[in-house]
């Protein structure tokens, strides 16, 4: 599978003064995969070890951290040396070891000419949790996020290079022909039924079977909670299960706001509110709060009390939900909320994807309510999503009334269309193309 992560891997690589890299994502999300990937195509030598596998390697980084000794003890292990210059050193699930994380300080220090990687499913919350005596290699180290599949990655598991590359090359004041839509759109409502697990994903392309894409997506979400009973205290992983299995719920609701209350009769905000951050820290969900007000920096005015939360994988959330993937592409009005839901969702993971910074959501009393605001350079951006055609709605009407943003957004599934009026100017993108939105502004 071609990841965009793989050329970010490249310029590491060859980087003057490149630092060991940590690549960060939620479990199955390709991780490991892509650095054995990167380091068959581009190494002589890779040299792997897991963590979560092999318990011997804790030991290695029980001790001192001298570089030297710690290089020769897991040459031993594999029973071969480690050359830098031409060896990948990988070390998988390093969250197990906070000490190895310390390591990768003096690995920079002591041995930057050694390429490192290290991968992790849980590092936000191993960060989050380590104690004073170990300590995070700040500046010492290279953070790279990997996320599930996004839109044009699919499209290109689909074998799809052509249509990414026409779509990659149109010029924002080009249309996309008319000849690609009916595919595009295809290929968007099976990204809804999937969403980005490589593993997923792949068994949709080669077998085309709903009942073994469900089953895969059902054992990522057990493997999930079993991470909750692994790597949560022993009182976390009940309130982590609660929270977790609330979330598609929460997002029916009417205002889609998440309420501490509505996950277990007598349970307050101080009760669970740690538990939503260690989630938050595992990436395993967004929390995307409301502003009232969409001035710069947009962040300062997020209400940390008023929040929706959505998953990181929207195949994932459809599965969660047990929304049925044969009514995915059905448009009545009995499956419009939970396709309203799951189009929110998508459209916050290509944005996240796409380097935007965090997402809000504007709500102004209960008058109105705009899905995202984002902040790209000094603009306020409104986004608008809809899940179908009709894209008439009142809220984005009094957003631009009363903040006249230079530009606002709304995808649906209609074609690229532009407009102004006097507050301001209009784009309409199709879901399938919110991943270039950044080109397009």
Avoid at 257 to 282: M, N, P, T
Wanted: with cysteine; glycine share 6%; charged share 25%.
């Amino acid at each position: 599978m071609k990841r965009f992560i793989y050329d970010t891997l490249l310029k590491w690589k060859d980087g003057v003064d490149r630092k060991p890299v940590i690549i960060e994502g939620v479990r199955q999300c390709g991780k490991t995969w892509i650095l054995k990937d990167f380091g068959e195509a581009e190494f002589k030598d890779i040299a792997y070890f897991n963590f979560e596998y092999d318990n011997r390697l804790e030991k290695i980084f029980d001790g001192d951290l001298n570089v030297s000794r710690i290089i020769k003890d897991l040459a031993i292990i594999r029973n071969k040396s480690l050359q830098p210059g031409t060896t990948l050193l990988i070390l998988d699930e390093i969250q197990i070891c906070p000490r190895a994380i310390t390591s990768l300080k003096y690995f920079c220090e002591n041995l930057p000419e050694l390429h490192i990687a290290a991968a992790g499913s849980l590092l936000g919350v191993a960060i989050a949790q380590m104690g004073k005596n170990i300590s995070f290699p700040v500046g010492k180290v290279q953070m790279i996020k990997m996320y599930p599949l996004n839109f044009p990655e699919f499209l290109l598991a689909k074998d799809e290079e052509l249509l990414y590359e026409y779509l990659h090359n149109l010029s924002p004041d080009e249309d996309v022909s008319a000849v690609f839509t009916g595919k595009l759109e295809e290929a968007y409502h099976e990204y809804l039924i999937t969403g980005g697990m490589p593993e997923v994903v792949r068994s949709w392309i080669h077998e085309r079977d709903i009942g073994i894409v469900e089953s895969i997506q059902t054992g990522i979400l057990d493997t999930y909670e079993k991470d909750f009973v692994k790597y949560a205290s022993v009182s976390e992983f009940p309130k982590l299960s609660l929270i977790w299995n609330a979330i598609p719920a929460q997002l029916a609701k009417d205002n889609q706001k998440f309420i501490f209350a509505h996950v277990k009769q007598g349970l307050r905000a101080r009760d669970l509110e740690d538990s939503l951050l260690w989630l938050i820290s595992a990436g395993l969900i967004y929390k995307v709060e409301k502003i009232e007000r969409p001035y710069v920096p947009v962040a300062t005015y997020g209400d940390s009390t008023f929040f929706k939360i959505y998953f990181a994988d929207v195949g994932l959330l459809r599965r969660m939900s047990k929304f049925p993937a044969d009514v995915i592409f059905d448009t009545t009005s009995l499956t419009a909320d939970m396709r309203g839901i799951l189009t929110e969702n998508f459209v916050l993971t290509e944005l996240i994807a796409n380097d935007f910074q965090r997402p809000f959501f504007w709500k102004s009393g209960g008058i109105a309510e705009v899905d995202y605001i984002i902040q790209e350079g000094v603009d306020v951006i409104p986004i608008e999503v809809k899940s179908a055609r009709r894209t008439r709605s009142r809220s984005l009407v009094e957003y631009r009334k009363k903040f006249s943003p230079c530009v606002a957004v709304r995808t649906s599934l209609k074609d690229i269309a532009r407009h102004s009026d006097e507050y301001g100017d209009i784009l309409e993108i199709p879901l399938y193309l919110i991943w270039k939105l950044k080109a397009y502004l």
